[in-house]
């Protein structure tokens, strides 16, 4: 099952829906109560609710649910690999980056001029 949160479509809400409808339909299709989910998950009964409801839920809560179902190790494929390019790499001299900058720092970063502009 792959999850796919098209950008600019719907709201939190509805992707926390989403998502608990699909948890649930997981469960349900592995033969699990919420109870006992909840005890293979390390976490409680509410919680369990709570997330198949579609209401605000802890990263922690979910992590728990998604080993206990076995998709756990699915769960860093939601985002690409932040490696660094060996492209990136070679024009940040073996860097890699640590920090991002502000909008203005970048500006101000970017700012020049044409030798003849300087000399008017």
Do not use: C, Y
């Not at 209401?55 to 660094?84: F, Y």
């Not at 024009?91 to 030798?115: I, N, P, S």
């Amino acid at each position: 099952m792959i999850l796919n949160f098209s950008s600019g479509t719907g709201n939190t809400e509805t992707t926390l829906r989403d998502l608990g409808a699909r948890l649930a339909k997981v469960r349900l299709s592995r033969n699990l109560t919420q109870a006992r989910l909840a005890q293979e998950a390390g976490t409680s009964l509410p919680s369990i609710k709570r997330l198949e409801a579609g209401r605000n839920s802890s990263l922690d809560t979910l992590i728990r649910v998604l080993r206990a179902l076995n998709l756990g190790d699915r769960v860093l494929d939601i985002l690409p690999n932040p490696d660094v390019r060996p492209v990136e790499r070679v024009r940040h001299e073996g860097h890699e980056r640590r920090r991002a900058r502000t909008q203005t720092e970048v500006a101000k970063a970017t700012d020049w001029a044409w030798a003849e502009e300087d000399e008017q």
